[in-house]
């Protein structure tokens, strides 16, 4: 059973920056699709990123590009996701999840969920 465990939210003034981490474990295969997504208050939940472990191939929604980065370590079980220039609007629960290859529907049919973290952004 895949265990995702993420760690790095809390709160920060607009503009600044946070980092999210997030272990999967047992890494078995050679390639996941890794991402985080969010869901605010009364909205639908969104993805954000994703990262495809085994070609490091990255996906990112529109509202994030340029301010969001995903990446991975070099054992591939864990990414990150560096915030910078954090609007309110991004206030949020975000959660890591996973499946077993990337797509263009990267944010679909999603089985794996970490519990996720918290990140607040006040203006």
């Known amino acids: 059973q895949v265990q995702l465990m993420e760690s790095g939210g809390g709160s920060v003034q607009a503009g600044g920056s946070l980092k999210l981490s997030c272990v999967l474990s047992p890494y078995i295969y050679s390639t996941y699709c890794m991402g985080w997504f969010r869901q605010a208050p009364g909205k639908e939940r969104e993805g954000v990123a994703a990262i495809s472990t085994g070609s490091g191939i990255t996906y990112y929604t529109d509202s994030v590009k340029g301010r969001f980065t995903i990446s991975q370590t070099n054992a591939k079980n864990t990414v990150y996701l560096q915030m910078n220039s954090l609007k309110p609007e991004d206030t949020a629960m975000y959660y890591c999840?996973?499946?077993?290859?990337?797509?263009?529907?990267?944010?679909?049919?999603?089985?794996?969920w970490g519990q996720g973290t918290q990140v607040t952004v006040s203006s």
């Open positions: 999840a996973a499946k077993s290859y990337c797509s263009s529907d990267w944010s679909a049919e999603v089985p794996y």
